[in-house]
């Protein structure tokens, strides 16, 4: 479970996040929602332990992120929404290194690779640098090496950004597949198709504060019936 | 031409605009215009002397231009020096080239906006040296106001054909040999190319230098023909110094025009080479090459390995592979010690060899004290060290959310910069030992210190871009370029070997080798323990800031 309890995130003349809390349930995929500046990135990077947290707490299965760092960070597999990252690493070695800070077995890591990258398309291409790689490229690689180490809760922010149909398939099907075996899928996106086919849960979030939780059918509820998504999330999202 | 002037306004804004730098950085700035006084009024004094001298002595035959001669060719191997790395960075590494591609520019208009910044750099060490000597030489030779004319348009013009010849140059190699298929590799090895071509130079004149003086009295009694020796390759700097020798005769005047039309000239093949050849050169260039991965290769490539040593591994490939960190900090460390030892090697009687004779017949503790300091010096800062953190650019935040232990990430980024500093260390001890010929025991010991003084210079630059990194970076360059830091770590260095220096010479009772010794080992280990406690220190509080 992912408890995020009255966080608080302020820079320099902006609070970016004020007063959030949330409670992930395991076994869900959560959609979290919200335009442009409203807070999504600042609070995935507080679950990742990437920012430090002004006020409030987060823990991850009981382990809170700034106590007890490496524990709580050994639960989480992150996608971070830019995927130019260990561009000068060749493929391999990028899921390598993943694999030897994850401390992954190495029967497990040479058969999970090898199926990892075979199912993405990206087997052939790893032994080039990351950096010779397309977008999509880059985005496999690295949702590779987040499922490679198996971890109880997958943050991931956009993961669905630059990936070909056929991937973005597979990578859906992965997360229903992770939440059905009572793990938690956590990820942020714009597009809110995506959401109306996947998410057992959302949160909206605008300028730092949760509009909307609750599920699907709670939300439509919530509003008029026959209002579709997107003005589901223009009217939440308007006046914030 | 007023989009030329536009593009030329917009690049060296971009380039030269202080937004984005940290007080410290500014306050730095002041620092070192404030010790360039002394050093400029240094310079100057050295300039004053070595013109008088040589006026006095080459007047008597009327050779006195030879001083312009010497001057203008020194000028120009100082410009295709400096213009080499510049021009290479600008035309071909500084990956901004594709946001102005797309836009409705023609490649002449394009390269000239490149060229505006490493042009410009030039005239810093073009007024710091041609200028001043020109009025130096001057006032010596009571010259009148037509000279000082013709030494001001002469100064503004003397860049152009060096830099024309080197930005030439480099856009006909980038564009017909074909080293520019895979970008990295292409600035490896350009990168390089000025290095070697610094040493070439060294060796090139070092070799020279014997040999000459047959002839040499009958060209001193003809005119111009000690100058016409020494500018022989040097159309331009004939020109500019019969110029100036006699600026009022009709001689001087056309050879003045001479200078100028050579240099419109160059300014206009400048402008026909980038059309014809600059988007060729530069668009040639790919990311890198693509291979196939071979199935029997997986086992072997994902061996299992302690964290530490994958950290490590990562930190060197991407000093390796990336051409900006291979050439500024590889190379660069690697330089001095190389150069070192090739001076040593060629030269078997220069200056060089002289001082090692001197340290043969010097006590044991002075050696070392010698050798210390000279290690200090020739080590210097270490780019790998002050780059620690700021390497890593915008992705940083890997560190923070990687189950990684901060200590052990900072522990791999000091040991590669140890490792690197340990690297030019063997090359130089090989230099001490062999050809120093001092005796072992010295050498254990100035070996031993030098290698705990290269953790302590490794802790000092991370220690420094610790506190000040500069992450948010586009082009690797700017982890080098337009920072304080390299100068900071050098004052830290100063102070703290300085101090141990001073006390091992000023000292009476460490005129002895085994006292002098022990008190190394004190003094530097205490260094290292407070250099330690502190790196654990800031690294607890501050990691997981650094943003």
Known sequence: MIEINRITKTFPGKTAVKDLSLTIPDGKIFGFLGPNGAGKSTTIKMMTGILPIDEGSITMNGKDISKEVLAAKQMIGYVP??????????????LNFIADVYDVPQEVRETKISELTKQFGIYEALDDHIQTYSHGMKQKIVVSGVLLHDPDIWILDEPLTGLDPKSSYMLKEMMRDHAA???IVFFSTHVLEVVEQLCDEVAIINQGHVQFQGNMKEMKQQFQEDQNLEQLFLELTQNG | MAKTWLLIKTMVKMQLSTAGKSDLEKAGYGCLVLFAIPLGLLLLSILNSMIDTLYTSLAPTGNENVILGLLFVMMTFIFLFVSLSTVLSSFYFAEDVESFIPLPF??????MGKAAVPFLSLYGVNTLVLLPSLIIYGIHSASGPVYYIFSLVLWLVAPVVPFVLTAATIMFIMRFANIAKNKDRTKIIMGSLGFAFAIGVNILFRLDSGGTGGGMSEMVLEQNALLGLVT??????????IALTSPTSIIGSLNFL???????????????????WYFKGVLGLSGGTRSTFKENDLKRRTEKRQVLWSLLLKEWKTIVRTPTFFTQILIQSLFFPVFILILLLLQSSGSLSTMASRINGWDDSTSLLVLFAFTIIGLGVNPASFSSISREGKSWFNNLYLPIPAPLIVTS?????FFLNVLSLLIISIAILFLFEVSLSVWFIWFLASI???????IIGFLLDFHQPKLNWTDEREVFKGRMIGFFALAAEALVFGLLLILLWAVPLFQSLTFASVFMVVYLTICVLLGQWYVGKVTKEKFSTIH
Request: hydrophobic fraction near 50%.
């Open chain 1, 81 to 94: 929404d830019r995927s130019d990252i260990f561009l000068r690493l060749k493929g391999i070695e990028y």
């Open chain 1, 181 to 183: 075996k009572g793990k």
């Open chain 2, 106 to 111: 023609q490649p002449y208009q394009i390269v």
């Open chain 2, 232 to 241: 022989k390759f040097f159309p331009t700097a004939y020109f500019s110094s």
């Open chain 2, 258 to 276: 001479a200078m100028i039309a050579l240099s419109f000239a160059g300014i206009l093949l400048f402008m026909t080479i980038g059309q014809q």
């Open chain 2, 413 to 417: 980024k000091l040991l590669v910069s």
């Open chain 2, 452 to 458: 705990v003084a290269s953790w302590i210079t490794s």
